[in-house]
């Protein structure tokens, strides 16, 4: 069977970079290694007729995150207009918590939560001409409607998943780049994650439950990983919180020898409780941790169930300071933020030395506990804006005032006048020669990739600066008509 499997271009909305390789769809691709598959990045590939043309393929998957559901949808409808006999399936975050969005004659079937085993048996069941409805974790689109196949939780031994067919995609690696401008592959250790932040999907999509790869198989398929990729992204919801498994993956990795830079995300109290962990990892390649700090202020820790502390926060960044590991503290910007919060929030990175901080704004991203509690309160019901960077929720600045807060927010944390400062700084403690003197600031960015910063940012501050000008606010119509759906509408993808 030829099939063709598809990740949407970024929406016109969307402000972050692109990010790496397509792993879901490498997954899927390594799940039926029987048949002909091919990948089209449409982030860097947007000619879609042109491939429909030449592979005719007889099934077309889509995979969207919320975000991505105006193109993904489009997309399909685009399939179906080519050829009705095409069978087209979407699957990926949003699908499985909102199957009800693709209720429309384009789509065939909704994939709810993993696929690896069910979409190896839509296929089969394809290929032979046998009724899809036995397959596990679907909702089939029929005559207007959702039909649900029987759900299986996920039970899945991840080493026995192939590994991802990567070969589909090296055609675009040179695109695949991580912030510094390395070739990047994404490598997933782990799925699901044992916390339950309300405003976090992670936990909901795996049921709660933590899956884990043995190290041994995590290395053997790093090992695989070409020369001409330097640096590896773990797509994994919470990597390290298996500490004992994680220090046997720094042993293997350096006994192996394996020199790639690693990138993982990692709780706060992980680093805080476990610096030798760090450290081990550190000597195996980790290059750069993001860290979940989400909030300087307790109660809102609390709010957010995060099961931190601000006191364990800055450990952790005291440890990775001391350890020298490039790192990314992720704050969520609450759209009640007044401008004293914008002010605070600034302090808080300043006197904790933090340079490469990332701000989101607080999404009820559909599945979440958020969402359900927040529903009634959006404001902008278009998914294209379910980007973590536009307000969906009421803020209590005007929104003019609230993007100009987020945008000064970013432009004076990576400030020249910031960077000179830190720089000063270093060298005056320098020249001190103090017996206690602290590394320098292993996360600041170098003069020359601050300046391209500089130069990429400043469209993009633009751009959100104008934002609420454009926004779809409650009592318009989006631009997009893919709008949200209701959580009381919305079956779950294990009822
Ligand atoms: C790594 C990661 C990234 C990476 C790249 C991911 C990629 N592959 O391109 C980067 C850093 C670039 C990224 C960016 C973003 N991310 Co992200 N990311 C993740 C993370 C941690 C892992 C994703 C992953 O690769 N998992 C491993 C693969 C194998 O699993 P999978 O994606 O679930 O795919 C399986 C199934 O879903 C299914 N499936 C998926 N697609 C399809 C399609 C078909 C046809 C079929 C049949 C099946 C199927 O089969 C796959 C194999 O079993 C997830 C968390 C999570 N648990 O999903 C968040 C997550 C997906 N990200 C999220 C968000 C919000 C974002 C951003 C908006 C953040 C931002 N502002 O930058 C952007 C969106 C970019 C975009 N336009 O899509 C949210 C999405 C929530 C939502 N409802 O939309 C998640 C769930 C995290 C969260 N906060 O809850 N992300
Ligand atoms: S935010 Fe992080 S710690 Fe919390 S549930 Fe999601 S992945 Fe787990």
Redesign the pocket.
Known sequence: MRILLIKPALSPVFFAPMGGDPLELEYLASAVPDHSVEILDMRIDGNLQARLEKFRPQLVGVTANTCDVPVAREVIREVKKLDRGIVTAVGGTHATFLPEDFVEPAFDAVFLGMADISFKDFVGRLEEGKDTSEVNNLALVRDGRLQFTEPKPFDVDLDSIPFPARHLTDKYRGKYRDLTGNWTAQVMSSRG?P???TF?S??KIMDGKYFTRSPESVVDELASLGDNIDSVQFAD??TLHNVERAHRLARLIKERKIRKKLSMYA?ADTIARHPDLIESLKEAGLAYLTV?VESFREDKLSELN?RSSVEMNNEAIGVLRRLEVGNSAHFIVNPGFAKDDFQALFRYVCASDLFQPTFTVLTPLPGTDLYRSMYDRLVIKDYAYFDLAHAVLPTRLSRKAFYEQMVHLYARTYSFRRYFRSLFSDLRSRSKKRGDMLPGRVDRLSFIKLCILHVVGFPLALKMRRVYKTEPLMGEMPASGATVSSPSAAPTAHP
Do not use: Q, T
């Open positions: 994650c916390f339950r932040c976090c992670c936990w919801d919470n709780r979940g995060k």
